[in-house]
């Protein structure tokens, strides 16, 4: 929309501006365990749900990373795995002319965020045909999980463990 507004009023790009355009998004792996299949046991409390989430960056050569969102969320019901769902939702990102420590926020929390709804879809639809309620993966705030793991990383660099 902004090349669009210089572009109708004259003026040329500038070539040293930072650029981000998502390129693909795509499920990189996808598992989904249901060992009783839909049947749970009479009078079974409701199940526990356990979520993990966790995100990697690989960079794919020139100016493309690719950014992987790995959900797990498992539902267990007396101690037994309900349903199983492990995904890796992955996107591909051209970014340019990125300052590092924009770079890092970024890639720590724009991607992930651009990311979670496909990667909801892909849980509610995979429990669905397994048979179960669709669950949505609630949302999450990425950019406060960034900031958590920055101030521990922080803290790391400030106070190593000293070895006896």
């Known amino acids: 929309m902004a090349d669009d507004i210089s572009a109708a009023n004259g003026q040329s790009q500038d070539p040293n501006a930072p650029q981000f355009a998502p390129q693909a998004v795509y499920v990189k792996d996808v598992s989904f365990e249901a060992p009783a299949g839909p049947r749970v046991a009479p009078n079974s409390a409701n199940p526990t749900i356990n979520l993990n989430l966790s995100t990697t960056v690989n960079d794919l050569g020139g100016d493309l990373k690719e950014v992987v969102?790995?959900?797990?969320?498992?539902a267990q019901?007396?101690?037994?795995?309900v349903w199983l769902v492990e995904l890796q939702q992955a996107g591909a990102f051209g970014i340019r002319n990125v300052p590092a420590e924009d770079m890092q926020r970024l890639l720590g929390i724009f991607c992930?965020?651009?990311?979670?709804?496909?990667g909801r879809e892909v849980v509610s639809d995979l429990l669905v045909k397994g048979g179960f309620p669709p669950f949505l993966l609630p949302p999450v705030n990425f950019e406060a999980l960034f900031n958590q793991a920055a101030a521990r990383n922080q803290q790391g660099v400030q106070n190593p463990a000293a070895v006896n």
């Open 77 to 81: 019901s007396a101690e037994k795995t």
């Open 112 to 118: 992930p965020n651009y990311l979670l709804p496909y």
């Open 69 to 74: 969102l790995t959900v797990r969320v498992e």
